[in-house]
């Protein structure tokens, strides 16, 4: 038997089951009989591209293992993957640093599926100071850099919460794309210093705040995380803007203070 719908069929079964679904559930959503898609998982059937392409649509399937599951069927990648800073995403990267710098004087990244800092508004520098070297060489990592014990760790005084909240997305990112690197990465944060106070995330909170210690002031802030709506390229499809705002008007304070003290110092 041809090893190619083997590969892929397998693929396809490991994508439905991590998706919780059963073959009955997946074939009603994508319109074929369950007999079918047994078959595309067994490898007894050579699924076609478009059925890759629709069956990886209803799983949810990132569009980098898109690509995966079509070469593994034999079929070429269809979605690209360019560098930001390509001429044919300059309207995307345009809107990008449009939108960070336009969020200041409170700080603002752009971020790559594996939490890398790809772009800042380089607002609130003050938040890095005291921050190892080696953690500050690029590209940065924004998990690393919060969690590490000579990153920022040192002044979150909520770090219980802000850890669980961290660890709760990065496992749910784990879970949805099946990436290696991130499940690397989990594997390194959790072998930091934990709090002595291991607090679990509360479904009635509203939304969990960065509370962190800056310049000798508490700043209290949360984040909002946008994302692109329809993208075709792979760096866009995993790019996520991260949004710093005060969540008191104490916070809101400072942080201009900050930016008004800079801006005496460079006249």
Known sequence: MNTQPRL????LRDWRQRRRLSQLNLACDAEISARHLSFLETGRSQPSREMILRLAEQLEIPIRERNVLLMAAGFAPVFPERPLNDPALASASDAITLALHAHKPYPAFA???QWRILSSNAALPELFEGVADELLVPPVNAMRISLHPRGLSARIANLSIWRAHL???LRRQIDLTADAALSELQRELLTYPAPPEIIELRVDQPMIPLQIYVGGKLLTLFSTTMIFGTP???TLSELALEFFFPADP????????FATSRERACQ
Do not use: C, E, K
């Not at 892929?8 to 693929?11: I, T």
């Open 232 to 234: 075709a390229d792979i």
């Open 250 to 257: 104490q916070t809101a304070a400072s942080v201009h203070d």
């Open 111 to 113: 971020l790559d599926r």
């Open 167 to 169: 660890l709760h997305r």
């Open 8 to 11: 892929v069929g397998r693929q």
